[in-house]
């Protein structure tokens, strides 16, 4: 392994993300390290190469390195079987870790050592393993379609759940637990939208987790107390709740004729880990943070969902009787998937939300955030399933494609 082994925390921290099938589920839950693959096959010889200045940290790869190390020493296997070898460059296979590379794998085949001759850069075309160099030309199935046809098939075996039914497998599919909780929450400085007062609160819906919910005033002085109306109003937006209530039509028109709550969930709005223009990038934060709980074995939608479950509680305790809610784009799945759990809404309105999750599999490219594909849901159902399920109180704006555009 060549300028990629170091620790999950590592990255982490580094704000580092990987690429998808680096993130095998439930990997750290399981007290996973990265070592540990290498430790499963032991004694076998290993030399694990980095760089100095790979964006790999090199602290985790010599930690990763130790835990191997000794472990081979436990097991009393040779001392030569287990090697580490930083070059001096970036991220790449540099010449020096060829020549590392090359000398360990003879001392282990028993040969002299073979100088690394300077490489020979070969004609494109002289590489190509098929006869135009692309594999789909050749007559291999793409993957995209490999995926619609098992979903085509997990689609002609799925029952139809009745309405409590669905709810059970949402709720084990998301990981929700606890739902009971009332979550804490504190008082911050009321903030300016557009010469309009809202008040704000940091909702803490997990241990070291909050949310932040906007409540627009109408008389700004109110903004230090948290007194909620029997009949509430809860928009959960796109990407962040400001943009949208400057930008978006529904939002506009529900906080002009509404003391409208808004909230921010984790990883969005106020709460998001990169600037807005950023967020949809495909290696963005957001990625990385799906990418972790996936390794946690948990779902990052999931969360998302639990805080605005949590959220409504804490209105109902603090005396809403009547709760209608909003959702566009991202926030139209958490207020779908929501309205399909929490039985004591009074409506639910979508915008901007995918129509079906099989539409997204049937496409090659789906711009959609990795974060909202939720993990092993079409082996149960799918979101016709869900609007169905509450289909008396739900109400479908504007429905968005794969590309997160209009249906046209």
């Not at 669905?166 to 979550?183: C, E």
């Not at 949310?211 to 109306?229: A, C, N």
């Not at 004729?257 to 223009?277: A, C, F, I, K, T």
């Not at 290696?283 to 959220?311: E, K, Q, W």
Request: with cysteine; glycine share 6%.
């Amino acid at each position: 392994p060549s300028c990629f082994v170091t620790t999950f925390r590592n990255n982490l921290e580094n704000e580092l993300p990987a690429d998808c099938e680096q993130y095998p589920p439930g990997v750290v839950s399981s007290a996973l390290e990265m070592a540990d693959f290498f430790i499963a096959q032991a004694p076998k010889p290993v030399i694990l190469l980095g760089q100095k200045y790979d964006y790999f940290d090199r602290r985790g790869l010599e930690s990763a390195y130790n835990d191997i190390k000794y472990f081979y020493s436990i097991i009393k296997a040779p001392k030569k079987n287990i090697e580490l070898f930083i070059g001096p460059e970036g991220h790449g296979y540099s010449v020096h870790n060829q020549e590392a590379m090359v000398e360990f794998f003879c001392k282990h085949a028993k040969m002299k050592p073979v100088k690394v001759e300077k490489t020979e850069i070969l004609d494109e075309k002289d590489l190509y393993a098929t006869p135009e160099g692309n594999v789909i030309k050749a007559g291999s199935k793409p993957i995209f379609e490999m995926i619609a046809e098992k979903a085509d098939k997990l689609a002609e075996n799925r029952k139809k759940f009745g309405p409590e039914a669905l709810r059970r497998r949402l709720i084990k599919l998301l990981n929700l637990v606890n739902l009971d909780f009332i979550p804490y929450y504190r008082i911050l400085r009321p903030t300016n939208i557009e010469g309009r007062t809202y008040a704000k609160y940091a909702i803490e819906t997990e241990t070291n987790i909050q949310s932040i919910m906007k409540k627009r005033m109408d008389k700004p002085q109110y903004s230090y107390s948290l007194d909620v109306e029997e009949t509430v109003h809860l928009y959960l937006p796109h990407l962040s709740s400001e943009e949208d209530l400057m930008n978006d039509p529904l939002a506009i028109s529900l906080r002009d004729s509404h003391q409208l709550y808004s909230l921010d969930v984790r990883g969005l709005g106020e709460s998001m880990p990169e600037d807005l223009d950023q967020f949809l990038q495909p290696y963005g934060m957001d990625y990385m943070f799906h990418g972790y709980y996936i390794l946690l074995g948990c779902s990052y939608i999931g969360h998302r969902v639990n805080d605005v479950l949590a959220t409504i509680r804490l209105l109902i305790n603090e005396g809403a009787k009547e709760i209608h809610l909003y959702g566009r784009g991202q926030g139209a799945i958490l207020a779908l998937f929501a309205g399909v759990i929490e039985k004591r809404l009074a409506s639910v309105t979508i915008k901007n939300a995918p129509l079906s999750f099989d539409s997204w599999v049937h496409a090659p490219i789906v711009l959609w955030p990795s974060a909202n594909f939720l993990k092993g849901v079409l082996k149960e159902f799918d979101l016709p399933d869900c609007m169905d399920a509450i289909k008396d109180k739900l109400t479908v704006i504007e429905p968005w494609g794969v590309d997160m555009k209009p249906i046209s």
